[in-house]
């Protein structure tokens, strides 16, 4: 079955930047959209950067400027690159694909396991 493997995550110091990486294997006939999201200590699970098959990009108000979403499609592999890190950054990142598995089969969300982002002052 589809699988995401997540890497990239671990301790960084505030101004700093950090690339995450989120390889998609399995049966894969098509991905629709890619999407990292975040969930912080405490709080609500956020939307962080999103890309679909087109191109079209989306981002969370408070990363907007300092983080860009990319893709590798031949890898099947999406990337998060942060830059000017921020304490209020730190939390597990979290990645999705919609992903059709199979030629008969509809396109369904997956996620990845998560990755601790911790960002130091």
């Known amino acids: 079955q589809v699988q995401l493997a997540e890497s990239g995550g671990g301790l960084v110091q505030a101004g700093g930047s950090l690339r995450l990486s989120c390889a998609a294997s399995?049966?894969?006939?098509?991905?629709?959209?890619w999407g990292w999201y975040r969930r912080a200590p405490g709080k609500q699970r956020e939307l962080v950067a999103s890309?679909?098959?087109?191109?079209?990009?989306r981002f969370g108000d408070s990363v907007k400027g300092r983080f860009t979403i990319s893709t590798d499609n031949v890898q099947n592999t999406v990337y998060l690159q942060m830059n000017s890190l921020k304490p209020e950054d730190t939390a597990v990142y979290y990645c999705?694909?919609?992903?059709?598995?199979?030629?008969?089969?509809?396109?369904?969300?997956?996620w990845g396991q998560g990755t601790q982002v911790t960002v130091s002052s």
């Open positions: 999705n694909a919609n992903v059709r598995p199979g030629p008969t089969s509809t396109f369904n969300n997956y």
């Open positions: 399995g049966t894969i006939v098509g991905i629709s959209r």
């Open positions: 890309i679909g098959a087109g191109g079209d990009t």
